[in-house]
């Protein structure tokens, strides 16, 4: 498998600067069926993502990207056109995925991304949490993507009880 190295740029976006109601596109991507044969083949190697006749004849009835592969490729959207401007800690999980349509080769996704809540983190000060909805349409506006879950973003500028401890003076 090979690593594309994607620098992070300055952190421009902070967990104050996230809103509730915020919509996002985040961009395109369209999978090749080299693409789907390539995921299938090393992640998820069942014969309607990896063999046309065996994919004719599932429910499906053509060869379509594995749920996993459309998982990734909004993790890609999401990383390139907003995660590596932000304070991204990364995300403790999600609450809800749904696979709504099949995602064919030549399909052309689109990822919108909504903020519905966000709160500071209760172990945590210096971090705050953001629940997001993702979900990703195909060239005819048909939602294939549903995903729910919470990102953590660190904070700009903490509660000053979250600063790193000052010291004591020295004295005589």
């Not at 995921?39 to 599932?58: I, K, T, Y």
């Not at 609450?95 to 052309?108: A, C, H, N, Q, T």
Request: glycine share 8%; hydrophobic share 40%; with cysteine.
């Amino acid at each position: 498998m090979q690593a594309v190295d994607m620098p992070r740029g300055p952190i421009r976006i902070w967990w104050e600067d996230l809103e509730v109601g915020q919509v996002r596109d985040l961009g395109s991507l369209s999978p090749t069926r080299e693409d789907i044969l390539a995921f299938a083949g090393q992640f998820d190697p069942q014969p309607f993502h990896l063999d046309d006749e065996a994919a004719r004849a599932s429910v499906f009835g053509a060869l379509c990207a594995s749920g996993w592969h459309t998982c990734a490729m909004a993790m890609r959207l999401m990383v390139t056109n907003f995660l590596h401007e932000t304070s991204s800690l990364g995300s403790p999980g999600l609450e809800s995925l749904k696979w709504l349509k099949p995602v064919f080769p030549g399909d052309v996704l689109r990822l919108q991304h909504t903020i519905t809540e966000k709160r500071p983190m209760n172990s945590r000060p210096d971090v705050g949490l953001v629940r997001t909805v993702w979900e990703m349409f195909n060239q005819k506006g048909e939602k294939v993507l549903h995903m729910e879950g919470y990102g953590m973003f660190r904070l700009k500028e903490p509660p000053r009880s979250a600063a790193a401890p000052v010291a004591a003076p020295r004295g005589g």
